[in-house]
Protein backbone atom coordinates (compact mmCIF):
# COMPACT_ATOMS: atom_id res chain seq x y z
CA UNK A 1 0.00 0.00 0.00
CA UNK A 2 1.24 3.18 -1.27
CA UNK A 3 1.14 6.05 1.64
CA UNK A 4 -1.15 7.61 0.05
CA UNK A 5 -3.83 4.80 0.55
CA UNK A 6 -2.92 4.50 4.15
CA UNK A 7 -2.85 8.35 5.34
CA UNK A 8 -6.59 10.24 5.12
CA UNK A 9 -7.30 13.40 6.30
CA UNK A 10 -7.89 12.43 9.93
CA UNK A 11 -5.05 10.42 9.71
CA UNK A 12 -2.50 12.97 8.27
CA UNK A 13 -0.45 14.63 11.16
CA UNK A 14 -1.29 18.14 11.86
CA UNK A 15 1.18 19.40 13.67
CA UNK A 16 4.80 18.92 13.60
CA UNK A 17 4.10 17.29 10.40
CA UNK A 18 7.84 16.04 9.71
CA UNK A 19 7.32 14.14 12.67
CA UNK A 20 4.53 12.20 10.40
CA UNK A 21 5.55 9.01 9.17
CA UNK A 22 3.09 6.70 6.99
CA UNK A 23 4.84 3.44 6.11
CA UNK A 24 3.84 0.52 6.77
CA UNK A 25 6.97 -1.05 7.87
CA UNK A 26 7.86 1.56 10.34
CA UNK A 27 4.28 1.16 11.66
CA UNK A 28 4.43 -2.48 12.31
CA UNK A 29 8.13 -2.26 13.49
CA UNK A 30 6.38 -0.27 16.56
CA UNK A 31 3.72 -2.42 16.50
CA UNK A 32 5.77 -4.91 17.12
CA UNK A 33 7.76 -4.23 19.58
CA UNK A 34 4.58 -2.48 21.98
CA UNK A 35 1.79 -4.74 23.50
CA UNK A 36 -0.13 -2.27 25.71
CA UNK A 37 -2.70 -0.27 23.54
CA UNK A 38 -5.02 2.37 24.50
CA UNK A 39 -8.31 2.01 22.89
CA UNK A 40 -10.32 4.96 22.10
CA UNK A 41 -14.12 4.61 21.63
CA UNK A 42 -17.22 6.60 22.13
CA UNK A 43 -19.82 6.04 24.11
CA UNK A 44 -23.14 7.95 24.75
CA UNK A 45 -21.05 10.81 23.15
CA UNK A 46 -18.24 10.88 25.47
CA UNK A 47 -15.00 9.49 24.45
CA UNK A 48 -13.44 6.47 25.99
CA UNK A 49 -9.87 4.89 26.45
CA UNK A 50 -8.96 1.48 27.96
CA UNK A 51 -5.54 0.35 27.73
CA UNK A 52 -5.44 -3.25 26.68
CA UNK A 53 -3.07 -5.46 25.03
CA UNK A 54 -3.14 -6.85 21.27
CA UNK A 55 -1.29 -8.51 18.65
CA UNK A 56 -0.83 -8.40 15.40
CA UNK A 57 -1.09 -10.91 12.19
CA UNK A 58 -0.14 -9.53 8.58
CA UNK A 59 -2.37 -6.04 8.42
CA UNK A 60 -4.94 -7.32 11.26
CA UNK A 61 -4.37 -6.15 14.72
CA UNK A 62 -6.29 -7.96 17.29
CA UNK A 63 -7.01 -6.51 20.66
CA UNK A 64 -7.81 -8.70 23.96
CA UNK A 65 -11.66 -7.36 24.27
CA UNK A 66 -12.20 -7.63 28.41
CA UNK A 67 -11.36 -4.50 28.27
CA UNK A 68 -13.58 -2.84 25.36
CA UNK A 69 -16.72 -4.62 27.16
CA UNK A 70 -18.40 -1.81 27.28
CA UNK A 71 -18.45 -0.83 24.07
CA UNK A 72 -19.23 -4.38 23.11
CA UNK A 73 -22.04 -4.41 25.18
CA UNK A 74 -23.39 -1.73 22.50
CA UNK A 75 -22.71 -2.43 19.05
CA UNK A 76 -22.14 -6.10 17.73
CA UNK A 77 -21.24 -5.08 14.23
CA UNK A 78 -18.28 -2.85 14.09
CA UNK A 79 -17.06 0.11 16.86
CA UNK A 80 -15.29 3.00 15.30
CA UNK A 81 -12.34 2.68 17.29
CA UNK A 82 -8.33 4.52 17.87
CA UNK A 83 -5.84 2.01 18.72
CA UNK A 84 -2.92 4.02 19.55
CA UNK A 85 0.30 2.39 20.70
CA UNK A 86 3.21 4.79 22.51
CA UNK A 87 6.55 3.44 22.87
CA UNK A 88 8.78 6.20 24.91
CA UNK A 89 12.47 6.46 24.08
CA UNK A 90 13.77 9.53 26.20
CA UNK A 91 13.30 12.65 27.39
CA UNK A 92 14.88 15.89 25.45
CA UNK A 93 16.28 18.52 27.85
CA UNK A 94 17.15 21.31 25.29
CA UNK A 95 18.51 24.88 26.55
CA UNK A 96 15.34 26.38 26.39
CA UNK A 97 12.04 25.12 28.53
CA UNK A 98 10.35 25.56 24.88
CA UNK A 99 12.73 22.84 22.86
CA UNK A 100 12.27 20.15 25.64
CA UNK A 101 10.36 17.16 24.32
CA UNK A 102 10.31 13.40 24.52
CA UNK A 103 11.68 10.85 22.06
CA UNK A 104 9.28 8.73 21.13
CA UNK A 105 7.54 6.68 18.38
CA UNK A 106 3.59 6.22 18.78
CA UNK A 107 1.18 4.43 15.85
CA UNK A 108 -2.76 5.54 15.84
CA UNK A 109 -4.85 2.73 13.51
CA UNK A 110 -8.63 4.00 12.89
CA UNK A 111 -10.81 1.67 12.02
CA UNK A 112 -14.15 -0.24 12.69
CA UNK A 113 -13.42 -3.04 15.29
CA UNK A 114 -15.53 -6.75 15.04
CA UNK A 115 -15.85 -9.12 17.25
CA UNK A 116 -14.04 -12.19 16.25
CA UNK A 117 -16.91 -14.75 16.54
CA UNK A 118 -15.54 -17.94 14.71
CA UNK A 119 -14.22 -20.43 16.96
CA UNK A 120 -11.02 -21.11 15.36
CA UNK A 121 -9.89 -18.03 14.86
CA UNK A 122 -10.47 -16.59 17.93
CA UNK A 123 -8.28 -19.27 19.72
CA UNK A 124 -5.51 -18.53 17.13
CA UNK A 125 -5.93 -14.77 17.83
CA UNK A 126 -5.41 -15.44 21.49
CA UNK A 127 -2.82 -17.79 20.83
CA UNK A 128 -1.17 -14.50 18.64
CA UNK A 129 -1.81 -12.19 21.57
CA UNK A 130 -0.39 -14.47 23.96
CA UNK A 131 2.80 -14.75 21.76
CA UNK A 132 3.00 -11.71 21.07
CA UNK A 133 3.42 -10.38 24.41
CA UNK A 134 5.44 -13.63 25.44
CA UNK A 135 6.95 -15.99 22.34
CA UNK A 136 6.50 -19.34 23.97
CA UNK A 137 4.31 -19.06 26.49
CA UNK A 138 1.68 -20.59 25.03
CA UNK A 139 2.87 -24.31 24.60
CA UNK A 140 4.04 -24.36 28.11
CA UNK A 141 0.67 -23.35 30.01
CA UNK A 142 -2.62 -25.02 29.93
CA UNK A 143 -5.00 -24.39 26.88
CA UNK A 144 -8.23 -22.43 27.35
CA UNK A 145 -11.32 -24.78 27.42
CA UNK A 146 -14.92 -23.66 25.76
CA UNK A 147 -16.08 -22.01 28.69
CA UNK A 148 -12.92 -20.00 28.96
CA UNK A 149 -13.20 -19.02 25.42
CA UNK A 150 -16.70 -18.03 25.86
CA UNK A 151 -15.74 -15.69 28.33
CA UNK A 152 -12.89 -14.14 26.34
CA UNK A 153 -13.49 -11.75 23.82
CA UNK A 154 -10.99 -10.51 20.64
CA UNK A 155 -11.52 -7.77 18.50
CA UNK A 156 -9.96 -7.33 15.31
CA UNK A 157 -9.26 -4.27 13.73
CA UNK A 158 -8.03 -3.88 10.37
CA UNK A 159 -4.53 -2.03 9.92
CA UNK A 160 -6.30 0.39 7.02
CA UNK A 161 -6.10 3.82 7.91
CA UNK A 162 -3.07 4.65 10.38
CA UNK A 163 -0.08 7.09 11.06
CA UNK A 164 3.19 7.25 13.21
CA UNK A 165 4.77 9.95 14.71
CA UNK A 166 8.51 9.44 15.86
CA UNK A 167 10.94 11.56 17.63
CA UNK A 168 14.16 10.66 17.97
CA UNK A 169 17.75 11.89 18.34
CA UNK A 170 18.76 15.34 20.48
CA UNK A 171 17.74 18.46 21.63
CA UNK A 172 17.39 20.92 18.70
CA UNK A 173 18.10 24.09 20.34
CA UNK A 174 16.96 27.78 18.59
CA UNK A 175 21.04 28.93 17.71
CA UNK A 176 21.03 31.65 20.04
CA UNK A 177 20.11 29.36 22.93
CA UNK A 178 23.39 27.00 22.05
CA UNK A 179 25.38 29.26 24.40
CA UNK A 180 23.12 29.53 27.24
CA UNK A 181 24.82 27.98 30.35
CA UNK A 182 22.99 24.41 31.35
CA UNK A 183 23.03 20.63 30.34
CA UNK A 184 21.33 19.56 27.37
CA UNK A 185 21.09 16.00 26.23
CA UNK A 186 18.90 13.07 26.22
CA UNK A 187 18.15 10.72 29.35
CA UNK A 188 17.06 7.17 27.72
CA UNK A 189 13.89 5.55 28.87
CA UNK A 190 13.07 2.30 28.22
CA UNK A 191 10.92 -0.54 29.69
CA UNK A 192 12.86 -3.05 31.44
CA UNK A 193 12.02 -6.37 32.59
CA UNK A 194 13.56 -7.55 36.64
CA UNK A 195 14.07 -10.67 37.63
CA UNK A 196 11.13 -12.96 37.68
CA UNK A 197 9.42 -13.71 40.70
CA UNK A 198 8.25 -17.14 41.17
CA UNK A 199 4.96 -18.32 42.55
CA UNK A 200 4.53 -19.31 45.96
CA UNK A 201 2.88 -22.47 45.27
CA UNK A 202 5.48 -23.43 42.56
CA UNK A 203 6.97 -26.18 42.09
CA UNK A 204 10.64 -25.41 43.52
CA UNK A 205 12.16 -27.58 41.26
CA UNK A 206 11.10 -25.93 38.09
CA UNK A 207 12.96 -24.02 36.50
CA UNK A 208 12.20 -20.22 34.80
CA UNK A 209 11.64 -20.84 31.31
CA UNK A 210 14.23 -18.47 29.27
CA UNK A 211 11.52 -16.46 27.63
CA UNK A 212 10.83 -15.32 31.38
CA UNK A 213 14.20 -15.07 32.45
CA UNK A 214 15.51 -12.66 29.29
CA UNK A 215 12.56 -10.88 29.06
CA UNK A 216 12.84 -7.94 26.10
CA UNK A 217 11.33 -6.24 23.39
CA UNK A 218 13.54 -5.25 20.96
CA UNK B 1 -14.59 13.78 47.36
CA UNK B 2 -16.51 10.41 48.66
CA UNK B 3 -16.37 7.95 46.16
CA UNK B 4 -19.93 8.24 45.22
CA UNK B 5 -19.28 11.41 44.33
CA UNK B 6 -16.29 10.79 41.89
CA UNK B 7 -17.87 7.45 40.47
CA UNK B 8 -20.27 7.48 37.76
CA UNK B 9 -22.25 5.14 35.49
CA UNK B 10 -19.30 5.82 33.10
CA UNK B 11 -16.66 5.89 35.08
CA UNK B 12 -17.68 2.55 37.28
CA UNK B 13 -15.65 -0.42 36.11
CA UNK B 14 -17.56 -2.97 34.28
CA UNK B 15 -15.69 -6.26 34.14
CA UNK B 16 -13.33 -7.33 37.12
CA UNK B 17 -14.92 -5.22 39.91
CA UNK B 18 -13.11 -6.35 42.25
CA UNK B 19 -10.15 -4.02 40.68
CA UNK B 20 -11.96 -1.34 40.64
CA UNK B 21 -10.58 1.58 42.92
CA UNK B 22 -12.04 4.80 43.35
CA UNK B 23 -10.00 6.85 46.17
CA UNK B 24 -8.88 10.28 45.07
CA UNK B 25 -5.89 9.07 47.32
CA UNK B 26 -4.90 6.18 44.64
CA UNK B 27 -5.72 8.13 41.98
CA UNK B 28 -3.34 10.77 42.61
CA UNK B 29 -0.72 8.30 43.36
CA UNK B 30 -0.83 7.20 39.67
CA UNK B 31 -0.89 10.08 38.71
CA UNK B 32 1.89 11.77 39.81
CA UNK B 33 4.12 8.87 38.98
CA UNK B 34 3.22 8.73 35.36
CA UNK B 35 3.92 11.66 32.86
CA UNK B 36 2.40 10.18 29.43
CA UNK B 37 -1.29 10.16 29.40
CA UNK B 38 -3.34 9.24 26.38
CA UNK B 39 -6.34 11.97 25.47
CA UNK B 40 -9.46 10.49 23.79
CA UNK B 41 -11.70 12.58 22.13
CA UNK B 42 -14.28 12.99 19.38
CA UNK B 43 -13.90 14.53 15.98
CA UNK B 44 -16.64 14.23 13.35
CA UNK B 45 -17.92 10.92 15.04
CA UNK B 46 -14.49 8.99 15.04
CA UNK B 47 -12.39 8.69 18.51
CA UNK B 48 -8.79 9.77 18.32
CA UNK B 49 -6.21 8.59 21.30
CA UNK B 50 -2.94 11.18 21.16
CA UNK B 51 -0.40 10.51 23.78
CA UNK B 52 0.88 13.64 25.89
CA UNK B 53 2.35 14.64 29.06
CA UNK B 54 0.42 16.24 31.95
CA UNK B 55 0.87 17.59 35.28
CA UNK B 56 -1.15 17.97 38.32
CA UNK B 57 -1.64 20.26 41.03
CA UNK B 58 -4.52 19.55 43.24
CA UNK B 59 -8.02 18.32 41.72
CA UNK B 60 -6.63 19.66 38.38
CA UNK B 61 -4.77 18.01 35.27
CA UNK B 62 -3.02 19.81 33.35
CA UNK B 63 -2.09 18.42 29.75
CA UNK B 64 0.09 19.76 26.86
CA UNK B 65 -2.07 20.73 24.27
CA UNK B 66 0.24 20.29 21.55
CA UNK B 67 -0.97 16.93 20.53
CA UNK B 68 -4.49 18.38 21.01
CA UNK B 69 -4.56 20.51 18.33
CA UNK B 70 -7.03 18.78 16.25
CA UNK B 71 -9.52 18.75 18.89
CA UNK B 72 -8.58 22.24 20.33
CA UNK B 73 -9.54 23.87 16.99
CA UNK B 74 -12.92 22.98 16.53
CA UNK B 75 -14.08 23.76 19.62
CA UNK B 76 -13.04 26.08 22.55
CA UNK B 77 -15.80 26.33 25.40
CA UNK B 78 -14.67 23.06 26.64
CA UNK B 79 -14.17 19.33 25.34
CA UNK B 80 -15.29 16.29 26.10
CA UNK B 81 -12.14 14.57 26.91
CA UNK B 82 -10.86 10.85 28.47
CA UNK B 83 -7.67 11.52 29.80
CA UNK B 84 -5.99 8.07 30.91
CA UNK B 85 -2.70 6.64 32.26
CA UNK B 86 -1.76 3.71 32.71
CA UNK B 87 1.60 1.99 34.77
CA UNK B 88 2.80 -1.48 33.62
CA UNK B 89 4.20 -3.18 36.63
CA UNK B 90 4.53 -6.87 35.60
CA UNK B 91 3.29 -9.69 33.18
CA UNK B 92 1.47 -12.38 35.28
CA UNK B 93 2.45 -15.97 34.23
CA UNK B 94 -0.44 -18.23 35.41
CA UNK B 95 -0.77 -21.89 34.67
CA UNK B 96 -3.88 -21.84 32.51
CA UNK B 97 -3.68 -19.13 29.73
CA UNK B 98 -6.91 -17.81 30.79
CA UNK B 99 -5.12 -16.62 33.96
CA UNK B 100 -2.57 -14.77 32.39
CA UNK B 101 -2.69 -11.25 33.12
CA UNK B 102 -0.70 -8.47 33.69
CA UNK B 103 0.08 -5.97 36.87
CA UNK B 104 -1.13 -2.82 35.93
CA UNK B 105 -2.28 0.58 37.28
CA UNK B 106 -4.23 2.35 35.34
CA UNK B 107 -6.38 5.74 36.00
CA UNK B 108 -9.29 7.53 33.49
CA UNK B 109 -10.16 10.64 34.42
CA UNK B 110 -13.60 11.92 32.47
CA UNK B 111 -14.98 16.05 31.82
CA UNK B 112 -14.37 18.56 29.56
CA UNK B 113 -11.41 20.06 29.09
CA UNK B 114 -10.64 23.48 28.47
CA UNK B 115 -7.62 26.16 27.03
CA UNK B 116 -6.02 28.19 29.33
CA UNK B 117 -5.62 30.98 28.17
CA UNK B 118 -4.57 33.57 31.19
CA UNK B 119 -1.26 34.04 30.37
CA UNK B 120 0.00 33.61 34.21
CA UNK B 121 -1.86 30.31 34.40
CA UNK B 122 -0.81 28.69 31.54
CA UNK B 123 2.90 30.06 32.24
CA UNK B 124 2.54 28.30 35.46
CA UNK B 125 0.98 25.44 34.13
CA UNK B 126 3.92 24.95 31.72
CA UNK B 127 6.25 25.24 35.12
CA UNK B 128 3.93 22.44 36.23
CA UNK B 129 3.97 20.24 33.34
CA UNK B 130 8.10 20.49 33.45
CA UNK B 131 8.43 19.89 37.12
CA UNK B 132 6.05 16.94 36.81
CA UNK B 133 8.41 15.21 34.34
CA UNK B 134 11.68 16.08 35.60
CA UNK B 135 12.16 18.34 39.00
CA UNK B 136 15.04 20.90 38.92
CA UNK B 137 14.87 21.64 35.26
CA UNK B 138 12.46 24.35 34.81
CA UNK B 139 14.84 26.62 37.05
CA UNK B 140 17.83 25.61 34.97
CA UNK B 141 16.28 26.20 31.23
CA UNK B 142 16.02 29.20 29.51
CA UNK B 143 12.55 30.66 29.91
CA UNK B 144 9.36 30.79 27.63
CA UNK B 145 9.33 33.72 26.06
CA UNK B 146 6.23 35.73 25.19
CA UNK B 147 6.33 33.83 21.82
CA UNK B 148 6.59 30.55 22.39
CA UNK B 149 4.31 31.07 25.18
CA UNK B 150 1.91 32.06 22.40
CA UNK B 151 2.68 28.86 20.39
CA UNK B 152 2.10 26.57 23.06
CA UNK B 153 -1.51 24.96 24.36
CA UNK B 154 -2.49 23.74 27.73
CA UNK B 155 -5.56 22.19 29.00
CA UNK B 156 -7.06 22.11 31.95
CA UNK B 157 -9.09 19.21 33.20
CA UNK B 158 -11.04 18.79 36.60
CA UNK B 159 -10.31 15.48 38.35
CA UNK B 160 -14.01 14.92 39.24
CA UNK B 161 -14.92 12.03 37.15
CA UNK B 162 -12.71 9.40 37.57
CA UNK B 163 -11.76 5.73 37.99
CA UNK B 164 -8.85 3.86 38.59
CA UNK B 165 -7.98 -0.01 37.96
CA UNK B 166 -5.60 -1.86 40.10
CA UNK B 167 -3.88 -5.21 39.16
CA UNK B 168 -1.47 -6.10 41.20
CA UNK B 169 0.24 -9.68 43.33
CA UNK B 170 0.60 -13.56 42.00
CA UNK B 171 -0.79 -15.38 39.11
CA UNK B 172 -4.84 -16.95 40.82
CA UNK B 173 -5.22 -19.89 39.12
CA UNK B 174 -7.94 -22.01 39.42
CA UNK B 175 -7.52 -24.96 42.05
CA UNK B 176 -7.36 -27.34 39.54
CA UNK B 177 -4.59 -26.01 37.98
CA UNK B 178 -1.88 -25.80 40.13
CA UNK B 179 -0.97 -29.15 39.65
CA UNK B 180 -0.19 -28.34 35.74
CA UNK B 181 3.49 -29.21 35.50
CA UNK B 182 4.98 -25.06 34.46
CA UNK B 183 6.65 -22.24 35.93
CA UNK B 184 4.33 -19.79 37.18
CA UNK B 185 5.06 -16.28 38.54
CA UNK B 186 6.13 -12.68 37.74
CA UNK B 187 7.75 -10.80 35.66
CA UNK B 188 8.47 -7.47 37.26
CA UNK B 189 8.40 -4.69 34.45
CA UNK B 190 9.61 -0.92 34.67
CA UNK B 191 10.18 1.95 33.18
CA UNK B 192 13.94 2.97 34.02
CA UNK B 193 16.33 5.56 32.62
CA UNK B 194 19.46 5.19 31.21
CA UNK B 195 22.63 7.11 31.11
CA UNK B 196 22.26 10.39 29.79
CA UNK B 197 23.67 11.06 26.48
CA UNK B 198 25.03 14.80 26.98
CA UNK B 199 24.42 16.78 23.24
CA UNK B 200 26.97 17.26 20.82
CA UNK B 201 27.48 20.79 21.69
CA UNK B 202 27.74 20.76 25.07
CA UNK B 203 30.49 22.91 27.06
CA UNK B 204 32.48 19.60 28.12
CA UNK B 205 33.27 20.79 31.44
CA UNK B 206 29.27 21.05 31.98
CA UNK B 207 28.22 18.25 34.38
CA UNK B 208 25.05 15.98 34.05
CA UNK B 209 22.87 17.33 36.94
CA UNK B 210 21.56 15.31 39.80
CA UNK B 211 18.52 15.17 38.16
CA UNK B 212 19.23 13.77 34.76
CA UNK B 213 21.66 11.23 36.59
CA UNK B 214 19.39 9.83 38.66
CA UNK B 215 15.91 9.94 36.79
CA UNK B 216 13.45 7.69 38.44
CA UNK B 217 9.39 8.16 38.71
CA UNK B 218 9.10 6.32 42.35
Given amino acids: ????????????????????????????????????????????????????????????????????????????DGVPVCVTVTLLDGLVLARSIFNHSMNYRSVMVLGKATLVEDAEEKLQALRLLSEHIIRGRWADARQPNERELKQTSVLKLPIEEFSAKVRLGPAIDDEEDYAFPTWAGVIPLEMTAGAPIDDSRLDPAREVPDYAKHYKRK
Avoid at 1 to 27: K, L
Wanted: glycine share 8%; hydrophobic share 35%.
Fill in 1 to 76: MSQSEASTPRTRVVRETHRGVYDRETVYQILDEGFLCHVGFVADGHPFVIPTSYGRKDASLYIHGSAASRMLRQIK
